[in-house]
Every structure is written in C-alpha cells, then in structure tokens.
Nanobody, 121 residues
C-alpha cells in the first residue's frame, strides 16, 4: 500500500507565504516524479509544479518566480514553498507522484488527499 500525505495548508493573507509538504509512504521501490496540482472551486484541476528524479523542475506560468518545489530523496518527500501568495492561488493543493512499488512494475500514478490553501485579500 502506498500513501501520499500532504500537510502545511491554511489561511494566509495576500503577500504571505506557506510551505506545503507531501510524504510518500509504504512499500516504495523508486519514485520517478513528484509534483503538485491544484483545484479551485468550480475549476478543473491544474498543474502547479513538478520535480523529476534527475532534479529537473517545471512550473506553471502563473506561479513562476513565486513558488519553489524541492525534494528530499531520503524522506520520499516533496515540498512546495509558496511566496507572495495571491487570492487566485486559493485552491485545494494535491500531491501527485509516479512511483514504483517494491517488486511491482511498472510505475503507477498516485494522488494525495489534498490540502486547502486559502489566500485572503
């Protein structure tokens, strides 16, 4: 069994910062990519940022220069540092990972349960 557990969401004023964490646990063999998506009320889920196994990163245009994704390989954890938050960043943030379970091939995509981020104006 594999789980992705997010933490760090909350309520913050515009211009403030939050740091999200997502820890993958279970019988994990290897993780290819870990990233973040978000879904605002009434909107489709959208890509935010991704960190690949070879340390490449990619960001949505809307968060470039404000958000930073990082990864702790030893802890199977990915972080999202969010600075200069705006009301339009309000959404449920979901962790996503492509990983392989021990003894099982191929890689499978997993989602976390989500963490709410609310930015007040």
């Amino acid at each position: 069994q594999v789980q992705l557990v997010e933490s760090g969401g909350g309520l913050v004023q515009a211009g403030g910062s939050l740091r999200l964490s997502c820890a993958a646990s279970g019988s994990i063999g290897s993780i290819y990519v870990m990233g973040w998506y978000r879904q605002a009320p009434g909107k489709q889920r959208e890509f935010v940022a991704v960190f690949t196994r070879d340390a490449n990163t990619n960001y949505a245009d809307s968060v470039k220069g404000r958000f930073t994704i990082s990864r702790d390989y030893a802890k199977n954890t990915v972080y999202l540092q969010m600075n200069n938050l705006k009301p339009e960043d309000t959404a449920v943030y979901y962790c996503n990972a492509d990983l392989r379970r021990v003894g099982i091939w191929p890689y499978t995509n997993y989602w976390g349960q989500g963490t709410q981020v609310t930015v007040s104006s």
